[in-house]
């Protein structure tokens, strides 16, 4: 599961007609807004990155709204890849084995020579 906080920006005549549609919408959960900065607040959630983009695209298209930006994010798929590494030996195995010959390492780290 992935929760994104996004920061929709609307004229400020159009506030709370807006804030009333992300209210009753559900792809968006509404917390705040402020009239004056023209700024609304909401989350969303998804089971991907792809879901919560599609849910980023229907607040964008509303009427009445210049931007709405992902400002921060939690991503469940990231947390398993952190503690994949965090128990993961730092060094690959075959850079300790002694019988390894240092010719057959391929670097993969400059993308001009490997396109």
Known sequence: MNVS???VQ?????????VEVLKSADFCDYYLHDVEKGKIIV???GEGVEEEIE???KIQQLPHVIA???MM???EELDKERAKLEFADPVPAMLNDGNM??????YNG????RF
């Open 5 to 7: 906080s996004i920061v």
């Open 68 to 70: 709405a930006d992902m």
């Open 101 to 106: 010959d240092p010719s057959k390492i391929v």
């Open 55 to 57: 849910k980023l695209i």
């Open 110 to 113: 400059d993308l001009k020579k």
């Open 73 to 75: 994010t939690y991503q």
């Open 43 to 45: 989350t969303v959630e």
């Open 10 to 18: 609307v004229l400020q005549e159009y506030v709370e007609e807006v």
